[in-house]
T-cell receptor, first 116, second 114 residues
Framework: AQKITQTQPGMFVQEKEAVTLDCTYD???????LFWYKQPSSGEMIFLIY??????QNATEGRYSLNFQKARKSANLVISASQLGDSAMYFC?????????????FGAGTRLFVKA | DTEVTQTPKHLVMGMTNKKSLKCEQH?????MYWYKQKAKKPPELMFV???????INESVPSRFSPECPNSSLLNLHLHALQPEDSALYLC?????????????FGPGTRLTVL
């Protein structure tokens, strides 16, 4: 079964607008971490934001925020004031605490296109 | 400083060649990883070293051989590769204080096997 699901293969957003990238996850572990990475065409995986399963507040990092809804098992990424440089592939990922064994589970990714 | 460096950036090799990919991190992390990523797919974990010991050995072909000389360095030795091994190879590191630590990735090596 898919542990990380990203249902949007591609998304378009107008420059300066906000966009939400969806991510749902599945785990029976109480302790886990949720991550978003950005991968431009150059290939580097850039860490954007982290949410721990016990964190009560939604994580924010500059223009990035993570909308964490634990009961719904969703961890959507919100990018505010989109810029042309935000065009990239975005991966949602999870690391499980008890049985994770240092593995990271990635979703299939969402490709974001920012239009001028 | 969250830098993970990888060399070379690009590598083209024949099926009979032997080459190595190198990765270095200066963050004091104790876990390092090799991933393989095919185009338009998420990364797939190949190897994990935590505290310089191989912790997870996926069913990766023996033509890939990892080496961890110390906690800052990670090599991937390549021998007798196949064209389907052409991919982006990503190195990453994490603190390893807990399994949910953030991984930081290097820029990757684009490998082409002819």
């Amino acid at each position: 079964a898919q542990k990380i699901t990203q249902t949007q293969p591609g998304m378009f957003v107008q420059e300066k607008e906000a966009v939400t990238l969806d991510c749902t996850y599945d785990t029976s572990d109480q302790s886990y971490g949720l991550f978003w990475y950005k991968q431009p065409s150059s290939g580097e995986m850039i860490f954007l934001i982290y949410q721990g399963s016990y964190d009560e507040q939604n994580a924010t990092e500059g223009r990035y925020s993570l909308n964490f809804q634990k009961a719904r098992k969703s961890a959507n990424l919100v990018i505010s004031a989109s810029q042309l440089g935000d065009s990239a592939m975005y991966f949602c990922a999870m690391r499980e605490g008890r049985d994770g064994g240092f593995k990271t589970i990635f979703g299939a990714g969402t490709r974001l296109f920012v239009k001028a | 400083d969250t830098e993970v460096t990888q060399t070379p950036k690009h590598l083209v090799m024949g099926m009979t060649n032997k080459k190595s990919l190198k990765c270095e991190q200066h963050m004091g992390h104790r876990a390092m990883y090799w991933y393989k990523q095919k185009a338009k797919k998420p990364p797939e974990l190949m190897f994990v070293y935590s505290y310089e010991k191989l912790s997870i050995n996926e069913s990766v072909p023996s033509r890939f051989s990892p080496e961890c000389p110390n906690s800052s360095l990670l090599n991937l030795h390549l021998h007798a590769l196949q064209p389907e091994d052409s991919a982006l190879y990503l190195c990453a590191s994490s603190q390893a204080s807990r399994s949910t630590d953030t991984q930081y990735f290097g820029p990757g090596t684009r490998l082409t096997v002819l």
